[in-house]
C-alpha cells in the first residue's frame, strides 16, 4: 500500500515539474509582453511593476492585426473545409470500392505522408509560379496536397467500422452514392473530422515556411510571416515583440483548449465505434 502511495506522490510531482517546464515559455512571454524595455532587461522573470498595455497597442498597429488575422483565418478555415470534403471522400471511396487499385492509391497517401516537405518545396513553388498560383487560394490548395495524406489515412480506418449495410440499405431506397456519403457516412465520421480539424488548425495556423514561399504580397501575409517581419524591426525591443508575439498565440490557445473536451469525445467516440 506504501509502495502504491510513494509511485503516486512521484508520479505527481513529476507531472508537476513537466507542467512547470511546459508552461515557463508562455509565462515568459506573457509577463515581458506587459514590461518597459528597461524592466526586462533587468529580470526577465519578475512580475512588471505596472501593465504596458501600451506595448498591445504598439504591436498590433504594426503588425497589421486585423489585416495578417483575416488571411490568416480565411487561409485556415477554406484549407480546414477542402482538406475534410475531399479527403473524407477520397476515403470512402477506396475503402468501399474493393479493388487491388484501390488498396494501391491507398498505400501511396499513406506512403506520401513520410515525404518531407523540404525535399518538394523548391519545384512545387516552381511550378505553381508557372501558372501564376503564388497566391492565398494557391496556397489552399498546396495544404490539400500536404494534408489530405493524413485525412485519408484517417478516414480510411473510420470507415472500416462503418458496416457496408448501411450503404446497401441506401441504395435500395433509391439513394445515390454522393448522397449516401453526403447525409449517411459523413455525419457518421465527424469523431474523425473533428480530430483531423484540430490537427490541420494548428498546423496551418502556425505554419511560417509554406507561406513565406509562397505568399510575396504585403497585404497576403499571415500571422507567423508578420511575426517575423515584427522581430526583424523590433529586435532590440523584446517587450514589443513580446507582446506580438502573445497577440499571435492567443487565439490558438484559445482554440485549443475550448476544442480539447470535443477532441477527447470524438477519440472515445472512435474507440467505441470502432
Same mark, same amino acid.
Given at each position: 500500500?506504501?509502495k502504491v502511495n510513494v509511485q503516486k506522490y512521484?508520479?505527481t510531482?513529476?507531472?508537476?515539474v513537466?507542467? #512547470?517546464?511546459?508552461?515557463?515559455?508562455?509565462? %515568459? $512571454?506573457?509577463?515581458? !509582453?506587459?514590461? /518597459?524595455?528597461?524592466? +526586462?532587461?533587468?529580470?526577465?522573470?519578475s512580475?512588471?511593476?505596472?501593465l504596458?498595455?501600451?506595448?498591445?497597442?504598439?504591436?498590433a498597429?504594426?503588425?497589421?492585426?486585423?489585416?495578417?488575422?483575416?488571411?490568416?483565418? #480565411?487561409i485556415?478555415i477554406?484549407?480546414?473545409? %477542402? $482538406?475534410?470534403?475531399? !479527403?473524407?471522400? /477520397?476515403?470512402?471511396? +477506396?475503402q468501399?470500392?474493393?479493388?487491388?487499385?484501390?488498396v494501391f492509391?491507398y498505400?501511396?497517401?499513406t506512403?506520401a505522408?513520410?515525404?518531407?516537405?523540404?525535399?518538394?518545396m523548391?519545384p512545387?513553388?516552381?511550378?505553381?509560379?508557372r501558372f501564376?498560383?503564388?497566391?492565398r487560394?494557391?496556397l489552399?490548395f498546396?495544404?490539400?496536397?500536404f494534408?489530405?495524406?493524413?485525412?485519408?489515412?484517417l478516414?480510411?480506418?473510420?470507415?472500416k467500422?462503418?458496416?457496408?449495410?448501411i450503404?446497401?440499405?441506401?441504395?435500395?431506397d433509391?439513394?445515390?452514392?454522393?448522397r449516401?456519403?453526403?447525409?449517411?457516412?459523413?455525419?457518421l465520421?465527424?469523431?474523425?473530422?473533428?480530430t483531423?480539424?484540430?490537427?490541420?488548425?494548428?498546423?496551418i495556423w502556425?505554419d511560417?515556411l509554406?507561406?513565406?514561399?509562397?505568399i510575396?504580397?504585403v497585404g497576403?501575409r499571415?500571422?507567423p510571416l508578420?511575426i517575423?517581419y515584427?522581430?526583424s524591426q523590433?529586435?532590440?525591443?523584446?517587450?514589443?515583440?513580446?507582446?506580438?508575439?502573445?497577440?499571435?498565440?492567443?487565439?490558438?490557445?484559445?482554440f485549443y483548449?475550448?476544442?480539447?473536451?470535443?477532441?477527447v469525445?470524438?477519440?472515445i467516440a472512435?474507440?467505441?465505434k470502432?
Amino acid at each position: 500500500m506504501k509502495k502504491v502511495n510513494v509511485q503516486k506522490y512521484l508520479l505527481t510531482i513529476v507531472g508537476i515539474v513537466l507542467s #512547470l517546464i511546459w508552461i515557463s515559455p508562455f509565462y %515568459i $512571454i506573457l509577463v515581458n !509582453s506587459f514590461k /518597459t524595455k528597461k524592466e +526586462l532587461f533587468i529580470n526577465t522573470l519578475s512580475l512588471p511593476n505596472s501593465l504596458m498595455l501600451d506595448n498591445y497597442k504598439t504591436a498590433a498597429s504594426n503588425l497589421n492585426l486585423s489585416e495578417a488575422f483575416s488571411n490568416t483565418l #480565411l487561409i485556415t478555415i477554406f484549407s480546414i473545409l %477542402i $482538406i475534410a470534403i475531399f !479527403s473524407s471522400m /477520397t476515403a470512402y471511396a +477506396l475503402q468501399r470500392v474493393k479493388r487491388k487499385s484501390s488498396v494501391f492509391i491507398y498505400m501511396v497517401f499513406t506512403v506520401a505522408m513520410l515525404i518531407p516537405f523540404q525535399s518538394v518545396m523548391i519545384p512545387l513553388v516552381a511550378e505553381f509560379g508557372r501558372f501564376h498560383l503564388l497566391t492565398r487560394s494557391g496556397l489552399v490548395f498546396m495544404y490539400l496536397g500536404f494534408g489530405s495524406s493524413l485525412g485519408v489515412f484517417l478516414y480510411y480506418g473510420a470507415l472500416k467500422g462503418i458496416p457496408t449495410s448501411i450503404d446497401e440499405a441506401a441504395l435500395i431506397d433509391g439513394c445515390s452514392r454522393f448522397r449516401i456519403y453526403w447525409n449517411i457516412i459523413l455525419p457518421l465520421l465527424s469523431p474523425t473530422t473533428i480530430t483531423l480539424a484540430v490537427l490541420d488548425i494548428m498546423w496551418i495556423w502556425n505554419d511560417y515556411l509554406l507561406p513565406s514561399l509562397v505568399i510575396n504580397k504585403v497585404g497576403s501575409r499571415t500571422l507567423p510571416l508578420m511575426i517575423f517581419y515584427f522581430f526583424s524591426q523590433y529586435t532590440k525591443q523584446w517587450n514589443l515583440g513580446m507582446a506580438g508575439l502573445t497577440i499571435a498565440i492567443l487565439p490558438v490557445l484559445i482554440f485549443y483548449f475550448l476544442a480539447q473536451r470535443k477532441l477527447v469525445t470524438a477519440i472515445i467516440a472512435g474507440a467505441v465505434k470502432q
